[in-house]
């Protein structure tokens, strides 16, 4: 079956600061890719998915992800952190209508 | 359009005793799914439906878990008897059509089992 490994339990980055939550999974086929935010209390949301074409995906709120089938990884990215990013991070990839998410990153961000 | 509901938010039991919790996804989603999320952990599958039948159910412990979605709407999760071990969060989330299609999550039902 599917799995996937963040590596990054915690990060914390400074509020206007570039961010990179990593990615890897391990799938046979070609996967299909997800990146959620969990914020505290609330539902996961959505935030970008992969399923084909264009390996560097954009997502809502500024984040973007890039998909490298060589390192079997699915980084996500954003340019300038806001206080408001601060949230649990999940990444997920899906096969045969069985998802499979990771442990997580827990974001803080600094004033 | 209104989400992804769940209820109860919170449940405190004891070892041994049942529970069920009650979800109703979008209106017009086809894909019902349960998952449980314990704390430090991401969500694990427990169950999905298409419609009204069961689509994947690989994960659930079928010995005291069940789940039934009626008229392929509604959907409950049930625990009989509970234990320690599921204290977690249960997440409903439901998808237009299969599970490639964004699945939209409800706030989740916090379980304690003492």
């Known amino acids: 079956a599917q799995s996937v490994t963040q590596p990054d339990i915690h990060i914390t980055v400074s509020e206007g600061a570039s961010l990179e939550l990593r990615c890897n999974y391990s799938y046979g086929a070609t996967p299909y890719l997800f990146w959620y935010v969990q914020s505290p209390g609330q539902g996961l949301q959505l935030l970008l998915k992969y399923f084909s074409g264009d390996t560097l995906v954009q997502g809502i709120k500024g984040f973007e992800a890039e998909f490298k089938r060589s390192q079997s990884s699915f980084n996500l990215r954003k340019p300038s952190v806001h206080w408001s990013d601060a949230a649990e991070y999940f990444c997920?990839?899906?096969?045969?209508?069985?998802?499979?998410f990771g442990a997580g990153t827990r974001l803080t961000v600094k004033p | 359009e209104a989400g992804v509901a769940q209820s109860p938010r919170y449940k405190i039991i004891e070892k041994r005793q049942s529970v069920a919790f009650w979800c109703n996804p979008i209106?017009?989603?086809?894909?019902l799914y349960w998952y449980q999320q314990i704390l430090g952990q991401g969500p694990k599958l427990l169950i999905q439906f298409q419609n009204n039948g069961v689509v994947d159910d690989s994960q659930l412990p079928k010995d005291r878990f069940s789940a039934e979605r009626l008229k392929g709407v509604d959907s409950t999760l049930k625990i009989q008897p509970a234990k320690l071990e599921d204290s977690a969060v249960y997440l409903c989330?439901?998808?237009?059509?299969?599970?490639?299609?964004?699945?939209?999550f409800g706030p989740g039902t916090r379980l304690l089992v003492l």
């Open positions: 997920a990839v899906e096969g045969n209508n069985d998802m499979r």
């Open positions: 209106s017009g989603h086809a894909t």
């Open positions: 989330a439901s998808s237009s059509a299969g599970s490639q299609e964004t699945q939209y």
